[in-house]
């Protein structure tokens, strides 16, 4: 089995599958300079995403996160196909009301949805988020899923994971340490969300927490510098690891 990954930019990416059809993620495609007023502090998208015309298409199965501003967007929403799939958390259905109701899948924490897509059979499970505040980690409110993904081709099998907004867990890691991982697309850039809420994602000492539990045979890190609310640079974490590129095809 031969999968492409393709960074967007934010949250957004698509996996290629055998050349026959993707499998994509949060289509927050505003431009750079768009400004948003999210909990009441200020964001900007600071840097463009990246894509064409042929970027989104043949995308059978969307993957949203949440429902916030730097997870979907009108642009996105309007790009995707009228035979999508789409796992979603139930708080992006009023986003979601012009789609059919039989390609919707709402999706809460452990729960699973298997899919057959040309042959391929797709199992995806909604995994919790955790937030940072103060000397405790929590629980973030049920608001944003990591989702695990397993491909499936007769005896080929692929399993990615993708963190979504999260710092690292041990709860995580008990969900799937039993998984040979073979790929982690990792959201870094250690988001704030304010001084009482604390840190919504990861910086590179808990992504290497992830790396040595989990022990994935490819690591993606996305989401740096994309908006003005990401504290860690691309230089901060190229010492250790390699962001991906935007725009680059990378075969995983």
């Known amino acids: 089995m031969e999968l492409y990954f393709t960074f967007i930019g934010g949250d957004c990416w698509t996996i290629e599958i055998d050349n026959k059809f993707k499998i994509a993620c949060d289509p927050a495609l505003t431009p750079k300079g768009t400004k948003y007023d999210y909990r009441g502090s200020k964001v900007k998208r600071v840097e463009e995403p990246i894509y064409t015309s042929e970027t989104f298409k043949n995308v059978k199965?969307?993957?949203l996160t949440s429902n916030r501003f730097d997870r979907i967007d009108e642009l996105g929403i309007n790009l995707m196909e009228e035979d999508s799939k789409i796992i979603a958390r139930k708080e992006c259905g009023k986003l979601l009301r012009e789609k059919k109701n039989a390609n919707l899948y709402f999706l809460d924490w452990y729960k699973k949805r298997e899919l057959e897509i040309k042959g391929y059979y797709?199992?995806?499970e909604a995994i919790p988020s955790y937030k940072e505040g103060g000397f405790m980690s929590r629980a973030s409110s049920n608001e944003i899923n990591g989702y695990f993904i397993i491909i499936r081709k007769n005896e080929d099998i692929r399993r990615i994971y993708f963190t979504g907004d999260t710092i690292y867990h041990e709860k995580i890691v008990k969900e799937l340490i039993v998984h040979k991982i073979d790929v982690i697309i990792a959201n870094i850039g250690q988001v704030k969300c304010g001084a009482w809420s604390g840190t919504k994602t990861m910086d590179i000492v808990m992504l290497n927490s992830f790396i040595n539990n989990l022990t994935p045979g490819k690591v993606l890190p996305?989401?740096?510098?994309?908006?003005?609310n990401n504290t860690i640079s691309k230089k901060d974490i190229e010492k250790y690891i390699n962001p991906v590129i935007k725009g680059e095809r990378i075969k995983i």
């Open 61 to 63: 199965i969307w993957l």
């Open 122 to 124: 797709i199992s995806i």
């Open 222 to 228: 996305i989401h740096l510098e994309d908006f003005s």
